[in-house]
């Protein structure tokens, strides 16, 4: 057994049935531009959800960068939170 081993809590995400390890799935869209990350869990697959900080290096479809034309076309703009909702089953 190891003594040393003491990862902090915020880092590693613990199930809270079985106090496994829990991984980030995917995220949700939970209105008003926000977002909730899923997370579920190795073992027994509970999945719990935490809210995406503002900061966070997400969503960056609103960024307006000048694209040059020779990479293609930009962005689709019908592609929003809506539809990845819809295509996400929500
Ligand atoms: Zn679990």
Redesign the pocket.
């Known amino acids: 057994m190891s003594g040393g081993e003491a990862p902090s809590e915020r880092a590693v995400r613990r199930?809270r049935?079985?106090g496994?390890e829990v991984r980030f799935s995917h995220r949700e869209y939970a209105g008003r531009g926000a977002q909730m990350a899923v997370f579920r869990?190795t073992?027994?697959g509970?999945t719990d959800s935490a809210p995406v900080p503002r900061d966070a290096p997400v969503a960056r479809g609103r960024s307006r960068r000048k694209a040059p034309i020779d990479e293609g076309p930009p962005e689709n703009p019908v592609l929003d939170a809506e539809t990845v909702k819809r295509l996400l089953g929500g």
Request: charged content about 25%.
């Open positions: 199930c049935e079985c496994a869990c073992r027994c509970v």
